[in-house]
């Protein structure tokens, strides 16, 4: 897949193995709730008389940076850390895994079980371009979807 200029800064919203961050409850769905819950919270006061509860502060802390905080996609360091599929990524340098020769492989069949649009969406983005599929990705967000609507949680991605 050959990206245009703009590509790698776009880039940036799509992960190794071609999900699109945004869609990712991390970015567009905890932070919302977790705002709508701290507000909430503090209405009722929990933020003067909460502290009167073991673990309130940590708990406190912790709702405020998933206010604040959006993970920043796996390019950028976030995302799991053990992630089989960025490593190999980057070791065969492929910008997404979908423009590897061996795709999809295990590891994508293995996430896969857990994200059924993985390979239909890495299709589509080899069929229509980077750019294209971008602004598709970005209309599905506008309707809320969110991956953890559609996500089976027990997956297992394949080691070496």
Not at 57 to 65: A, C, N, Q, S, T
Not at 76 to 91: E, S, T, Y
Not at 113 to 119: A, C, E, K
Not at 138 to 144: E, P, Q
């Amino acid at each position: 897949m050959k990206l245009k200029n703009n590509g790698r800064q776009q880039l940036k919203q799509v992960a190794y193995c071609g999900l699109y961050c945004n869609l990712c409850s991390a970015r567009n769905r905890i932070p919302k709730q977790a705002k709508a819950l701290k507000a909430t919270m503090h209405i009722e006061g929990w933020d003067y008389w909460g502290k009167e509860f073991a673990g309130f502060k940590e708990f406190w802390d912790f709702l405020g940076k998933l206010c604040k905080e959006a993970c920043p996609g796996c390019r950028q360091g976030g995302g799991p850390p053990f992630c089989g599929i960025r490593k190999c990524a980057q070791k065969r340098k492929v910008d997404v895994c979908v423009s590897c020769p061996d795709w999809p492989c295990k590891r994508i069949k293995g996430i896969a079980q857990g994200y059924p649009t993985l390979i239909p969406d890495a299709e589509r983005m080899r069929r229509i371009g980077l750019d294209k599929w971008l602004k598709e990705q970005a209309k599905r967000m506008r309707t809320g979807f969110c991956y953890c609507d559609i996500r089976w949680p027990n997956y297992t991605i394949a080691k070496d």
